[in-house]
């Protein structure tokens, strides 16, 4: 989840060095001993910056690149990197057909690690591995609307804890919604529904059950669906309050420091034209992975808002490295479905005038000018949303 700057810095070191090190150690499959020789060193820093171009290769949806790292035979100890691409490619919509083929590569390396576990470390991963395969090639047919051979994926996963995201979990509940079980997954999508979670694809599958159960009354739907919605009172459930109560102290109501930048149509933006509105600030860079990563989701949050006109969103990119930037977010907007409005800080003063030390970033600014949040770093999709959208709210009722 996003924390306050003053106490997220060192976190945000920690995830970007996760990132690094989790996808290094899926080239080797076990992390290099302490005390290792130099000649071991510098493999492990080879590997990460491997690993560091892999990353920036799958967000920037350079599928060249990819390839050429993950080319030639299979190799279990790029297991995790086939299953990675397969991830992103997927979750962000890219490429479905090439998300396919690197979730086959990862189902076929992991059953071998399952069936013929080479030490103990492959006995112990090869049947987590092996299920978090199968998710990705279930959510990858459920994508393509072949929910019969989804099943089957889903169906045969090991008897382990469900890895997936919420996407997958989404898209697994919607495969059993149009199976003849659907009945068994009507509680759980009501469930989601009441709790706030109104993903399309929760809302797809509880559709489909709803027109199972009441084949005569189609027009009914939306009634039943927005009653479902209604029942959510935030206000109600302990851990949204003790949620919001934490969030409303993190409120600093300061006021913004003022700009003007141009978006990649050379059309100016004040910030201070804007007052009366509350706005979301994106602070992000083309070679910053967690940036790049949390777009879906900054998404998800726009898309809630995008029918509240007292809400705007404008995506800063900053202390950048690519010199022809413009062309970069034209080829990056055009290969993805963001309907991101992007500001250009130049010369980084803007970033600095905020006074956020790292990237990803994120200010939130309420309707008198007064900055309530600010944030860094990006640890998932659902805690992003979650608590931007408690952000949003909060700043929305800020009162001088």
Known sequence: MMKATANFFWKVMVLVGSILAASAVSFAQKPIAAGATPAAAEVKSDMQQQAFDFNKALFSHDLRAIDAILSGKPDKARLGLYRRAATVLLESGLDIQEAEKYATIAYELSGQMYAHPADEYEREVGSSNLSKALELLGSIAAT????????????????????????????????????????????????KVSSGDFSPEIKAAIQIVYSKENPDKADGFEAYYNSLKASYKPENDPTRVEELSRLKGQMIGIPAPDFSLFDTDGKQVILSSLKGKVIVL?????????????????????????????????????????KDIKSWITKFKAAHTYSFRMLLDNDSKVMDSFKSPALPAKAVIDKDGRMQFTTMGYSGDESLVSELSDMIELSKKAKK
């Open 144 to 191: 393509k609307g072949d929910f019969v051979k989804a099943l089957q994926y889903f169906t045969r996963t090991p008897d382990t804890p469900r890895a997936g995201s919420a996407k997958m979990e989404a898209l697994h509940l919607l495969t059993v919604a149009h199976s003849d079980r659907y009945a068994s997954v009507k509680p759980n999508l009501e469930s």
């Open 282 to 322: 994106d602070f992000w860079a083309t070679w910053c992975v967690p940036c790049i990563a949390s777009f879906p989701a900054m998404q998800r949050v726009l898309d809630k808002y995008k029918d509240d006109q007292d809400v705007v969103f404008l995506f800063v990119n900053t202390r950048e490295r690519d």
